[in-house]
């Protein structure tokens, strides 16, 4: 067997992250619009475009401390109504976050063949685990809804906010290493170059890049396989630690 453990990151990984975060925010804008009487004035599509730019635009700043968790979603909210001159307060953009935490997860669903692959990793007695970047709630609230915990219980799950260390730090990786304990080599499956295939490497880890948004290599790196579904990932685990999937 070449693997005895295997971590996943979560979004976009094991579910759409993107779809489930557009379908959201759509829904909550739908929501705030409607109590203003403003839905008729706006596309909520046009709406949630200007809103994801600001996401990402400001990302950075969250990821380095230089924003807060609640600065940065104020700071996305309101940039994103001032750009269509809508009237929002900051306690406006609070409570439109809240609602967007309370629902989010009705809008996980995770990739075909997920609960195949894992449940048939840990029948082959693999550990199985997952670390991700994120808040805590948040980061459970997705993996419950997607009923990961049945299979994966908390002490092998690591989420960045609780550790204060975000991938690609390698610390994160030898912590959940660390705490893992098993033996041979460890394998990360991930979507994100820079974070999960960068990250693992350089703690040792072999790991497969699921590029389900199409990225492009941003270093030398050699991930053992280069995959665009979770059903490649399982069929690649599977030949590799010679398992019937």
């Known amino acids: 067997m070449r693997w005895k453990t295997i971590c996943f990151?979560?979004?976009?990984?094991?579910?759409?992250?993107?779809?489930?975060?557009?379908?959201?925010?759509c829904f909550c804008f739908?929501?705030?619009?409607?109590?203003?009487?403003?839905?008729?004035?706006?596309?909520?599509?046009e709406l949630f475009k200007v809103f994801k730019k600001y996401s990402d635009l400001f990302w950075t700043d969250y990821e380095n401390g230089v924003l807060s968790p609640q600065e940065?979603?104020?700071?996305?909210?309101?940039?994103?109504?001032?750009?269509?001159?809508?009237?929002?307060?900051?306690?406006?953009?609070?409570?439109?976050?809240?609602?967007?935490?309370?629902v989010v997860d009705d809008f996980s669903e995770p990739y075909p063949y997920l609960h195949s692959l894992i449940s048939n990793l840990i029948e082959a007695d693999i550990k199985v685990g997952i670390i991700t970047n994120g808040t805590a709630d948040t980061q459970y609230n997705k993996i419950n809804k997607l009923e990961l915990n049945e299979w994966i219980s908390n002490?092998?799950?690591?989420?960045?906010?609780?550790?204060?260390?975000?991938?690609?730090?390698?610390?994160?990786?030898?912590l959940a290493k660390a705490n893992l304990c098993s033996e041979g080599d460890y394998l990360f499956v991930g979507d994100s170059w820079e974070h999960d295939v960068v990250g693992a490497i350089e703690a040792g880890w072999d790991a497969i890049f699921l590029n389900t948004?199409?990225?492009?290599?941003?270093?030398?790196?050699?991930?053992?396989?280069?995959?665009?579904?979770?059903?490649?990932?399982?069929?690649f685990i599977y030949h590799e630690n010679k398992l019937e999937g």
Do not use: G, M
């Open 30 to 45: 739908e929501s705030v619009l409607k109590k203003k009487d403003l839905l008729k004035d706006i596309e909520i599509s």
């Open 72 to 102: 940065y979603r104020r700071k996305r909210f309101l940039s994103t109504v001032e750009n269509f001159k809508l009237p929002f307060t900051t306690l406006e953009a609070d409570e439109f976050h809240q609602h967007y935490y309370r």
């Open 155 to 174: 002490d092998c799950i690591f989420v960045s906010e609780e550790l204060k260390i975000w991938k690609p730090d390698r610390k994160i990786f030898d």
């Open 9 to 25: 990151d979560l979004d976009n990984t094991l579910f759409s992250h993107e779809k489930a975060f557009e379908k959201s925010i």
């Open 213 to 235: 948004r199409e990225e492009e290599p941003k270093t030398n790196h050699n991930p053992v396989k280069i995959c665009l579904s979770l059903q490649d990932v399982a069929t």
